[in-house]
């Protein structure tokens, strides 16, 4: 084979030029649309190709909850772990329910790279460098973590999807500039080794570092408000719950849950917590009952189920953020029914893992109306400003939404406003 060919055709695999078909939600963002929105159409369109994986986990993560509920999983006649310990049944199914969106950063830094036409698989090693096993130890054992005078990205930030986003969106720009000033054969080493050796210190020393120090006085803050501003503390916290997760900052909560468990015996932000979760849920249907479009209405409805049952991310990434205005009434659903929750001081017992219907159990005692109430207030707020504000629905036989088989139509679909958009 003729060197040169066998040169190109290696830095094509590298590159990752294969020019897939794009999926859809790719970065459509023309001239002068505001930025807001165009990041939302960006990472809406990320997680497009992620889905299917998604819903399967999610769906997998709530029987294991509602099974935990109902005493059915971990008995002592459980057959199911009659060759396991409880412990290492739970263990293995905590696996395989959750894998996924443990490593949604590797999973969203590869589907981003692919979007912005760079190597998805570059991509992929920089956000599996901070999650590490080797470097989840460090973190585990509670020493301070650092890399000569440098400050090292904790667990928290590296689960950020807008810091993976801001990561590969700047690695891309470089690869392309060190590919066009590369010759072709030293292309396969130079191009991948120093994109990695420049961006993945980057986010462990610099960017991650500062993501961490933002949300520790984001989880002061809000403390602060949870301790001195009552209703205002919850109408917050209940609006920005959503872009928190976004930011991977939706932990930054637990330390406060934990010290108000230990000291009170209850907890005042989990209810919040639920509220906002479930405002995605109704925004998710919302979308279900305004749509025209059969798989819109499908995917809003197994979306919007799960975020019910506390798996929120497919309702939000799939189908709120995707049309925009659902998020907009999820976050003040979440930030109406945070309010009520806090108004009347609604009481959690203990932090459940998941956060929507099945940690119904935790709201057991005086306050117990109150989180049906909260729940509710989200639930419909959401879903009722969903359908009467209105979103851009797609047409039936331009439909992008991503089937299982992560095949998707044509990018260039045909809109239709819905009444009231």
Do not use: C
Request: proline share 4%.
């Amino acid at each position: 084979m003729n060197r040169d060919l066998l040169s190109k055709e290696m830095i094509s695999q590298v590159r990752g030029e294969d020019e897939q078909e794009q999926t859809f939600g790719s970065y459509r963002a023309a001239t002068g649309r505001n930025p807001i929105s165009r990041l939302l159409d960006y990472v809406s369109g990320v997680f497009t190709p992620i889905l299917p994986a998604m819903i399967g986990a999610g769906m997998i993560k709530v029987l294991i909850s509602i099974f935990m509920s109902l005493g059915f999983l971990f008995s002592d006649q459980q057959v199911f772990t009659s060759l396991l310990s409880d412990q290492q049944a739970y263990t293995i199914l905590l696996v395989i329910s959750d894998g996924v969106f443990y490593f949604l950063p590797i999973l969203f830094a590869a589907s981003a790279a692919r979007k912005l036409n760079s190597n998805m698989f570059v991509a992929a090693a920089i956000g599996a460098s901070v999650l590490h096993p080797r470097l989840t130890e460090l973190f585990q054992s509670g020493e301070e973590v650092r890399f000569g005078d440098l400050s090292v990205i904790d667990g928290q930030s590296a689960s950020s999807i807008i810091l993976m986003l801001v990561v590969v969106w700047m690695a891309s720009y470089v690869e392309k500039w060190l590919d066009k000033h590369t010759p072709y054969w030293l292309k396969v080493v130079a191009v991948p080794t120093l994109t990695l050796m420049i961006f993945i210190p980057l986010m462990m020393f610099v960017l991650g570092p500062l993501w961490g120090y933002l949300g520790q006085h984001l989880s002061d803050g809000l403390a602060w408000l949870f301790d001195n501003a009552g209703v205002f503390a919850g109408l917050l916290l209940g609006g920005a719950m959503s872009l928190l997760i976004m930011a991977g900052m939706q932990y930054i909560m637990v330390p406060i849950m934990i010290s108000s468990l230990a000291t009170l015996g209850y907890d005042h932000v989990f209810p919040v917590v639920v509220a906002a979760v479930l405002a995605q849920a109704g925004a998710a249907f919302g979308v279900l009952f305004k749509s025209k479009n059969v798989k819109v209405k499908t995917l809003a409805f197994w979306t919007g189920l799960l975020a019910m049952m506390g798996v929120v991310e497919p309702a939000m990434y799939g189908v709120t953020m995707r049309f925009k205005k659902p998020f907009v009434a999820a976050l003040i659903g979440g930030a109406l029914g945070g309010a009520f929750m806090s108004l009347f001081e609604t009481e959690a017992t203990a932090i459940g893992g998941i956060s929507g219907l099945p940690s119904l159990g935790l709201f057991v005692g005086p306050t117990f109306i109150y989180a049906i109430l909260g729940m509710l207030i989200s639930l419909v707020t959401a879903g009722v400003i969903t359908y009467f504000m209105g979103f851009v629905d797609e047409k039936d036989e331009h439909s992008q939404v991503v089937s299982t088989s992560g095949m998707n139509a044509s990018p260039n679909s045909v809109v239709e406003k819905s009444p009231g958009s």
